[in-house]
């Protein structure tokens, strides 16, 4: 099983739409979680950070952890064609090692229509 | 800089030869990564450094990798006989504390497409 799932996609949505973005992982004991935007042949760039069970809201995104169930989401509302990129899911943590290592998932692909 | 800073943005090596990808982390940051990030996957963990210490080189594929960060501030991954299987972005990242306390999140620089022909 891969240490970190993301649906690869490509999820299309339409403008305006709340797009959604799912992240399981496989160690419990992690502890710190990342969602990195990364645009074509560019460089991933964070957007949000989350530590606690619940939700942590900035702007337009919302980042959902729930530990129990080792998932973890990104919300992106009223979606815009400029969010359209891969959406990677970052853990660091994983397998209880390090505390410094981040562990990604493949990425989602996220298409926002005009 | 105001980010990191990565040089060459792209290399092209001939099967054999050897590279050396440069990497300059945003000022006072202590921890420094390289990634490796194959078309279609998500990085891959290379090796870390905290300051001038490479405490943590479980990523490196094979004895042809070698990263070095002498003074603690820039970093260069050098491949040797390189194949083509090392076609790749290689992405390295700093971020400002290190180890042992709640370690900060880490930037990314551009990254360093390399292709081998």
């Known amino acids: 099983q891969k240490e970190v799932e993301q649906n690869s996609g490509p999820l299309s949505v339409p403008e305006g739409a709340i797009a959604s973005l799912n992240c399981t992982y496989s160690?419990?004991?992690?502890?710190?979680f990342f969602w990195y935007r990364q645009y074509s042949g560019k460089s991933p760039e964070l957007i949000m950070s989350i530590y606690s069970n619940g939700d942590k809201e900035d702007g337009r995104f919302t980042a959902q952890l729930n530990k129990a169930s080792q998932y973890v989401s990104l919300l992106i509302r009223d979606s815009q064609p400029s969010d359209s990129a891969t959406y990677l899911c970052a853990v660091r943590g994983l397998g209880g090692g390090s505390n410094y290592k981040l562990t990604f998932g493949k990425g989602t692909l996220l298409t926002v229509n005009p | 800089g105001a980010g990191v800073s990565q040089s060459p943005r792209y290399k092209v090596a001939k099967r054999g030869q050897d590279v050396a990808l440069r990497c300059d982390p945003i000022s006072g940051h202590v921890s420094l990564f390289w990634y490796q990030q194959a078309l279609g996957q998500g990085p891959e963990f290379l090796t870390y450094f905290q300051n001038e210490a490479q405490l943590d080189k479980s990523g490196l594929p094979s004895d042809r990798f070698f990263a070095e960060r002498p003074e603690g501030s820039v970093s260069t991954l050098k491949i040797q006989r390189t194949q083509q299987e090392d076609s790749a972005v290689y992405l390295c990242?700093?971020?400002?504390?290190?180890?042992?306390?709640?370690?900060?999140?880490?930037?990314f620089g551009q990254g360093t497409r390399l292709t081998v022909v």
């Open positions: 990242a700093s971020s400002l504390v290190g180890q042992g306390v709640k370690v900060t999140e880490a930037f």
């Open positions: 160690d419990r004991g992690s502890q710190s």
